[in-house]
Each structure stands twice: as C-alpha cells, then as structure tokens.
C-alpha cells in the first residue's frame, strides 16, 4: 500500500515538467509585457483613435483642432479613403495608423500567458489517463501483458 507521500510525489513528479513550462512562459509573458510597454505601438492601446483620410499616400487628420499628417508606406489609393489613426494628442511623431499591428501586439503580450494557463490543464489530462492506463493494467492481472484491443475487421467490398 502506498502512503500518501508516495502519492503526492508521484503526483508531483508527473505534473513538475508542465509547471515548470508554465512558470518559463509566465517569465515570458511579463517579457513581452515589458517590451510592450517600451515599444512605439503602445500608442495603439494609450491613444485616441481619430478618423483620418488617405489621399495618395498621405493622412490627414485632426487631434484637437490641431491638422496632422502621416505617410502612409502602403500603396496609395486611387482615391481619397477614409480610415483611422491612433494619436498621442501631446507628440505627433507617435501617431500610428490603424491596422493588423494593434492585434498582433495583443497576441504576442497574451499567447504566453494563454499557453501558461493551459499547461497545467494539459498536465492533468494526461495524468488522469496515465492513472487510467496504469488502472487497465492493474486490472488485467499482474502476470500478463496489458490487453490490447481487437484489430478492426476489414470491411467486404460489394
């Protein structure tokens, strides 16, 4: 019979991998948070989203009363389009046009810390089945190999 130690440290030794992953990337996240925060997209989540229009490749808009322009390095479009800028009302070289960049911002600072809650989920998952399977086994006998399953019964063509 197994003492209840035994257990938890069986239970602990199973588990140990995926804690110690989720404590890497919660590291990580923190990283990227960091990184986040220093980076010229934060405008993206601090600043006020204004509407813009882009005519040949140059956006116009207004912050307060205040005319701005930003280049745009994208194709121009044929004609005018309307579109947004995220502003830093007290520095204009921080302006950012809207686009695909606020998202992946927002998927580098949360995919480590949704991998990080999802480890351990993982590791219970395959804790229970490795009980399980050590279940069968115990079940089946200690003198034999663990039972297989049958082998599927090839289908007749008609």
């Known amino acids: 019979m197994r003492t209840p130690r035994a257990a938890r440290r069986d239970r602990d030794e199973l588990l140990k991998p995926y804690r110690v992953a989720a404590v890497v990337l919660l590291v990580l996240g923190v990283l990227c948070v960091l990184v986040e925060l220093q980076s ?62 606020r998202w992946f911002d927002a998927a580098f600072v949360l995919a480590p810390f949704v991998a990080a809650g999802a480890l351990p989920v993982l590791g219970l998952v395959r804790r229970r089945r490795f009980r399980e399977r050590l279940a069968r086994r115990a079940t089946a006998g200690s003198d034999g190999p663990p039972p297989s399953r049958p082998s599927p019964s090839p289908r007749s063509s008609r």
Do not use: C, F, K, M
């Open 40 to 101: 010229p997209s934060l405008v993206y989540w601090t600043g006020e989203r204004v509407p813009a229009t882009n005519d040949a490749g140059i956006v116009y808009y207004e912050v307060h009363g205040e005319p701005r322009t930003l280049n745009d390095p994208r194709e121009a479009p044929v004609r005018p389009a309307p579109t947004a800028v995220y502003a830093d009302p007290d520095d204009a070289s921080r302006d950012r046009q809207a686009g695909p960049g």
